[in-house]
């Protein structure tokens, strides 16, 4: 039988005799971190929990050295081998897919020196207000979050910024102004989302895809003329289980054409497997119901958000973040892209929230709806009056206002009116020349339906939203045909919870001591969202990918290693030939 330490016998008593006098007080039990959130036995572990492999170094057929090995080549493993290739140290990737797999629309980096050209030019009232911005991100995150990381995410974005640019520069991509931008709202959001884009023609490999910032990245870090210790990508190869010698990560063990192969590490390990979405056992264990409720996931390719990160990090001794469910990433994109802030009804045909909000307070309401779904109900006049809405500045945010024009560019009716006759054609906006007929095509009561835009009509007419506290300049009558109805319904982008870590992103076990060796970055990493995503810095999910690969840099630079020989580049080569799918 397992002795138990006097630790952990206190601890299980503890919680027992805790359990026992609240049953007595008629509380409700305190659930133990076995329960999770959603599950029905407190007392069963679930299987993810379990290592099934516990491979040991003399089971695999091949051993490799290298300083610092990176799982998973997203925007955060990318960014990260970069970063560390600029510090001349040695970097080995190994990657489960065929090729990197940068995501995103952009990358959300406060204040950085392309921000602060807008403003120097006259284009952007000002810099982001850090104080401002940290405080809605503690509070949306209802202060479970760690601060000392979300002050590292805003220090470090500037210089994050320069580096990036400055890198994506050398292979002809930059950072395009946009017009979307929303400095008064009820979330007032900042100017930070950088979409980089190519404007010189430079070819990136066959590994490579649409996100060009990630694309440099993964070019840049394996540039032998540049670096003296280029980073080695090995791609088709998927980790399995972490090698632990004497209390520290030493090594991963990872499979290539079913072949077990080990990956030594004298620096360190860098988890950077993304997100656990598609664990059910994981989902159900560490969010609430509402993941249930999307209409889609938008990650692609499926296979490779399991988790195997976080499931790694356990199993060496590495403990979640805290906190309460894993926040969600959610935009409501999964039917029209474009719902601007007019009435949503429900399939009862009634309104339910303040549309003037941000698109996570829009998908949460939406998901306690009737199917989860809404829609948004607007008439002929709808592109003038949501250009009225955005020209305050109080209005705006995503699939409001619009990420196609540049900043010193006019809106025009024609940017809205072609994402809505696109929508039309998807079959996500209907039109209708009566609000009867309006509520015959979305399958909701007429008599309701018209009934809430009556009233709307008249909260319009006083220029005061009693029943829900929308703001007044965003009270636009519905009354000239054709009306329209846009289905929103919720899509789940990434699930942003994960292993805890310090400040240089060292996994931290129960004892809250890093664990030797091992650290997180990216979607496997936590601490720094938790209930909600707060999307006040727009793309500060990329962001965080950036600017903890930046910090990864640092941090391997000032790492004390341990012994080992590095295994030359010639022995490397093989690793680089495409191994089978
Ligand atoms: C459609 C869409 C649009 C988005 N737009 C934005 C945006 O505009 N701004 C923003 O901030 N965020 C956005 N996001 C979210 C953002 O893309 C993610 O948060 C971010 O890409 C996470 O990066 P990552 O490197 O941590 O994870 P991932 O991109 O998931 O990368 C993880 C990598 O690890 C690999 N891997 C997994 N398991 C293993 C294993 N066992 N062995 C080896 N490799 C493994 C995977 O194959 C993958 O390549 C968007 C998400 C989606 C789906």
Not at 116 to 125: A, M, S, T
Not at 268 to 296: F, P, S, W
Not at 306 to 321: E, I, P, R, S, V
Not at 420 to 428: E, F, K, Q, T, Y
Request: proline share 4%; net charge negative.
């Amino acid at each position: 039988m397992k002795k138990l330490s006097r630790r952990t016998f206190l601890k299980g008593s503890l919680a027992g005799a805790a359990a026992v006098s609240l049953a007595k007080a008629g509380l409700p039990e305190v659930k133990s971190e076995a329960a999770g959130l959603n599950s029905k036995d407190p007392g069963e572990k679930p299987s993810f929990f379990t290592n099934p492999y516990n491979h040991k170094a003399e089971d695999a057929a091949k051993v490799f050295t290298t300083e610092v090995v990176i799982v998973g080549a997203g925007n955060a493993g990318c960014a990260a081998a970069a970063s560390i290739a600029d510090q001349g140290i040695q970097v080995i990737v190994v990657e489960a897919q065929n090729r990197i797999h940068g995501q995103g629309g952009g990358i959300g980096l406060v204040n950085t020196k392309f921000v602060q050209k807008l403003v120097d030019d006259g284009v952007l009232e000002g810099l982001t207000d850090v104080v401002q911005h940290q405080n809605i991100w503690i509070q949306r995150c209802g202060s479970r979050v760690k601060e000392e990381l979300v002050s590292m995410w805003f220090n470090y974005a500037p210089a994050t910024g320069e580096w990036l640019i400055d890198k994506c520069a050398e292979y002809g991509v930059v950072p395009l102004s946009f017009r979307a931008h929303a400095p008064k709202a009820i979330v007032p959001e900042t100017y930070d989302y950088h979409r980089f884009r190519s404007t010189a023609g430079y070819e990136f490999d066959d590994h490579c895809g649409y996100f060009a910032a990630t694309n440099v990245c993964y070019t840049d870090a394996k540039n032998a003329e540049k670096h003296e210790k280029p980073a080695t990508f090995v791609f088709n190869t998927r980790a399995q289980d972490l090698l632990v010698e004497d209390g520290r990560v030493t090594g991963v063990f990872a499979e290539r054409d079913g072949e077990l192969l080990l990956f030594k590490a004298t620096k360190g390990v860098i988890l950077a497997t993304g997100g656990m979405h598609e664990d059910e056992e994981m989902k159900a264990y560490y969010c609430d119901d509402y993941v249930n409720r999307v209409q889609r996931c938008e990650h692609t390719p499926v296979g490779f958000s399991t988790g195997d990160g976080h499931k790694m990090g356990l199993w060496a001794g590495g403990k979640m973040q805290e906190g309460g469910p894993f926040p969600l990433m959610l935009h409501p994109q999964a039917n029209a892209m474009f719902h601007g802030c007019f009435p949503f009804v429900n399939l009862e045909g009634k309104r339910f929230m303040n549309e003037g909000t941000w698109v996570q307070g829009k998908s949460m309401n939406i998901m306690n709806q009737t199917d989860n779904i809404a829609f948004s109900i607007f008439d002929a006049n709808y592109a003038k009056y949501n250009i009225e809405t955005l020209e305050s500045g109080a209005g705006g945010g995503m699939f409001w206002d619009t990420l196609s024009n540049a900043l010193e560019d006019p809106l025009e009716e024609s940017q809205f009116t072609r994402t809505v006759d696109s929508d039309m054609r998807a079959g996500n906006t209907v039109q209708a020349d009566t609000l009867e007929e309006l509520a015959e095509k979305i399958g909701c009561p007429a008599e309701a339906l018209v009934a809430t835009i009556n009233r709307y009509n008249e909260l319009v007419e006083k220029g005061f939203d009693d029943d829900f506290h929308k703001p007044a300049e965003f009270l636009k009558p519905i009354k000239e045909a054709p009306f329209y109805a846009a289905k929103v319904g919720v899509a789940l982008l990434a699930i942003v919870g994960g292993l805890s870590v310090n400040t240089d992103l060292q996994v931290l076990g129960e004892d809250k001591m890093p664990v030797a060796g091992l650290y997180a970055t990216g979607n496997c990493s936590g601490d720094l969202y938790a209930i909600d995503y707060p999307i006040n810095c727009a793309g500060n999910s990329n962001g965080r990918a950036f600017i903890w690969g930046y910090r990864l840099g640092e941090i391997m630079a000032a790492a004390e290693g341990v012994e080992g020989e590095l295994t030359s580049y010639e022995d490397l080569a093989p690793l680089t030939v495409e191994a089978e799918a």
